[in-house]
Each structure stands twice: as structure tokens, then as C-alpha cells.
């Protein structure tokens, strides 16, 4: 399957290359990788019609998929597969997760990072429970981009949100000097305050010392 879709993607997405387009979206992603610099509503578009006709993929089919994907040098063909991949995340088994770190670590930055923390991951753990010991490991991970999806794979949890280890994983990262782990301390505590904001104030308010002033104005920003 992961060379029908190939087959279709790459031309696809190649004839309705932006070489204009493309160098500013390389520069405002500081130059993470080469684009061919298509936009969010046209890349879906060809998406969908790369798409059509195609079974639905098993475990296999996306992990293929996914890592061929990955190796591709311009930065739409990983947006397809991270798309590929939150539309059809319940087809994997927790033995997906190894996958999702390669991905996660190769190639790093936000725009794809934090989609697969929040989407791909997230989903992983929720479906089973005892991968939350090997979040209990990345949040401690030397690479910046493990510990950052450590602390955003239940940023969609809601009341399913397994506060004590939020904020255990928080408080772990406390200290952390890179902006994209203060930012994610924020992003992820600001997020469980819709739905407990009364935890998240304490939490920052026992933690105030620790936190970065970054995390904490993220944190409270809509309390």
C-alpha cells in the first residue's frame, strides 16, 4: 500500500509546487527543511485525492507510510503522513510507539513534534494505559523533543487527564532552560485549566519558584 500512495503522492504534491511560496515558508520554519510550498487547503485537497480509492491501512500500512514519508526532503510529505497518521491512529497497537519516537526525533521541530505528541502519542497512551511508563521515561529524555512530547500527549485528555503525573512531569521539567520545554510546561497546564483550573492555579502557585516566567504566564494566561 505504502508504494500505491507514494506512487501518487510525490507528483502530486510536486506539480503544485510554490518555489515562491516555498522559500518563505522554509524561512519562517527556520530552515528545518526545504517546502515545495503549498498551502495548508491545497495540500489537503491533493491529499484527498492521492486518497481516493485507497483501503484502510493496518499498522504496517502506516508505519511504511509514515517513514517513507519522513525520509522525503520537503516538509509536506511529513504533514501528510502526520495527517495520515491522526486520522488513522486507532488501527495501531502500542507496539506503534518506537515508530512514533523515530519521528519525533528525526528531523525535529514544532510543526510536526507537537501534532504527533498530541495526536499520535496521546491517542497511543489512551488506548493503552501501561504505555504512561514509558512517558514516565521520556519526560526525563536528554532530547528536548522526547521530554516535549512527554509533557503534551494528554493535551486532548480533558477530564481524562491524568493530573498527578501532569503535573509531576511539570514540575520534572521545571528547571529546563530551552524555550520549547518552558513553552510546553504552559501550553500543556494552560490546557488542563479548562477543564480543572482550580489544580492548575495551585499547582503554579507551589511551583511559582521553579517555573520559568514563561510557563507561568502561559499557564494562567485565560484564568
Known amino acids: 500500500m505504502a508504494d500505491t500512495v507514494l506512487e501518487r503522492l510525490v507528483p502530486a504534491y510536486r506539480a ?77 497497537s502500542s507496539g506503534f510507539l518506537p515508530v512514533a519516537r523515530h519521528l519525533v526525533t528525526t528531523h525535529s521541530w514544532w510543526d510536526t513534534v507537537d501534532l504527533l505528541a498530541a495526536h499520535v502519542v496521546g491517542g497511543l497512551v489512551a488506548a493503552d494505559p501501561g504505555l504512561r511508563t514509558t512517558m514516565d521515561e521520556w519526560i526525563g529524555d536528554e532530547n528536548l523533543w522526547v521530554a516535549r512530547t512527554a509533557l503534551l500527549h494528554q493535551l486532548r485528555y480533558k477530564s481524562a487527564t491524568d493530573a498527578e503525573r501532569l503535573f509531576a512531569y511539570c514540575a520534572c521539567q521545571s528547571g529546563h532552560t530551552d524555550f520549547f520545554i518552558r513553552k510546553a510546561i504552559g501550553w500543556c497546564l494552560r490546557e488542563y485549566a479548562k477543564t480543572d483550573p482550580e489544580a492548575v492555579r495551585a499547582f503554579v502557585e507551589r511551583e511559582r519558584g521553579s517555573l520559568a516566567p514563561l510557563s507561568v504566564r502561559e499557564a494562567l494566561k485565560n484564568l
Open 16 to 92: 503544485a509546487a510554490d518555489p515562491e511560496r516555498a522559500a518563505q515558508m522554509r524561512a519562517y520554519m527556520k530552515d528545518v527543511a526545504p517546502f515545495l510550498g503549498l498551502t495548508s487547503p491545497v495540500r489537503r485537497d491533493l491529499s484527498r485525492a492521492v486518497l481516493a480509492g485507497t483501503p484502510r491501512p493496518d499498522e504496517n500500512d502506516c508505519a511504511a507510510i509514515a517513514l517513507r514519508c519522513w525520509e522525503l526532503p520537503e516538509r509536506e510529505y511529513a504533514y501528510f503522513a502526520v495527517d495520515y497518521l491522526r486520522r488513522h491512529v486507532k488501527r495501531c
